[in-house]
């Protein structure tokens, strides 16, 4: 058993140094691209599942085509339209996620801010470096995901306002592309990976006595009408159905006693991102009304008396020129929890704050209420 913990880990490793790999044109520049974090490992014969087709899913699936392992990725969304965003009703908060052949990536709109190294510094642990992301990942994947920035000239009075609030404007890049036309592509480009839409997860089990996984689902419609139930079997199991998703299949084969060894912790440390759409009405100066870009300029207010926060300007047009949307970001330290719902027999995320209680909410409405 420890060998076959050792492999899980040593392969997760490897799919994770390739997060945001470049890719050059033709097989041998693909290879001669990985050169920069490792060598692809021949795990030819083997096979695995990929639950989620959005950044991580995607990523993976593409990491172990190269691999030489035969991939099934199983997305509940549906393939060559624009995504769709579901809606988790919790108890205490509501969660959206994108649903769709490229996840998230298709409803995230547009944003990829970076993370300051204090910020990275308080959540991630030493084994993944400030100074490892910034020099090679985040530069990667902005190359992979097409993305730039959006010249200054195009939000002169929101770059305005920023001073006002004695502030400096950050670029932020916005990515041109979602993972289907890249991460996903090139996984499919590798002959070993299918992308199967529109199947839903229902079960994950541990394989009895083998070194191995067996993963239950429905072929669906776009309406959601059943068409099938599938079984498939695998060597590696990938959870990348988000964070909801993915720990709702979790604490479901816990609880159903389908993964026995599956940790206690696991659904525990559930945080929302901290993040806040907001529309800022009666503004003391006129905004224009031409206002419809990504979140591409932000501020930050560390001295915020709540929470370290972030806002941006957001995408959205103004149907006056004294109102303008807004982005706000926050570091929020409550945490709830996803737990097995006898009732509805799965996940279901439990949140145990009211509205306007945690920190991250009073950082955004301080900085909403500024004019």
Request: include cysteine; hydrophobic fraction near 40%.
């Amino acid at each position: 058993m420890a060998q076959q913990n050792l492999k899980r880990r040593s392969l997760l490793r490897v799919t994770a140094l390739g997060a945001g790999a470049a890719v050059a044109s033709g097989a041998v520049g693909r290879q001669q691209a990985l050169a920069s974090y490792g060598q692809v490992p021949n795990l030819a014969g083997k096979t695995a599942i990929v639950i989620g087709s959005g950044f991580g899913g995607a990523v993976a699936a593409y990491r172990l085509g190269q691999a030489g392992v035969q991939t099934t990725v199983l997305e509940r969304g549906s393939e060559g339209r624009a995504g769709v965003i579901a809606t988790h009703r919790g108890d205490g908060i509501n969660v959206l996620s994108g649903v769709g052949v490229g996840g998230s990536s298709l409803v995230m709109g547009m944003s990829m801010s970076q993370p300051r190294r204090s910020e990275w510094d308080q959540v991630y642990p030493a084994e993944l470096p400030f100074d490892v992301m910034d020099q090679t990942y985040w530069p990667r994947a902005r190359q992979n995901l097409n993305a730039t920035l959006v010249p200054a000239e195009i939000q002169p009075a929101w770059r305005a306002t920023v001073a006002e609030f004695g502030k400096t404007p950050v670029p932020v890049p916005f990515a041109k592309d979602s993972v289907d036309r890249n991460y996903l592509a090139w996984a499919a480009a590798t002959g070993n990976v299918i992308v199967q839409p529109l199947h839903e997860v229902t079960e994950i089990h541990e394989i009895s006595g083998q070194d191995g996984f067996e993963v239950r689902c429905k072929q669906i419609n776009e309406h959601g009408d059943v068409l099938a139930t599938k079984t498939f079997t695998c060597d590696y199991l990938f959870m990348a159905a988000g964070t909801v998703y993915t720990s709702s299949l979790l604490v479901t084969a816990r609880a159903r006693g389908w993964l026995p060894r599956l940790r206690a912790t696991v659904g525990k440390g559930f945080g929302n991102n901290g993040d806040f759409l907001v529309v800022r009405l009666k503004l003391r100066k006129d905004a224009g009304s031409a206002q419809s870009t990504p979140g591409t300029v932000k501020f930050y207010d560390d001295n915020n008396p709540f929470a370290v926060a972030a806002m941006a300007f957001e995408s959205a047009p103004s149907w006056t020129g004294k109102a303008s949307a807004h982005l706000i970001t926050s570091m929020a330290p409550e945490r709830g929890e996803i737990r097995f719902d006898p009732v509805s027999g799965t996940g279901k995320v439990y949140w145990p704050y009211g509205v306007m209680e945690t920190k991250g909410e009073k950082a955004g409405r301080d900085l909403a209420d500024r004019k």
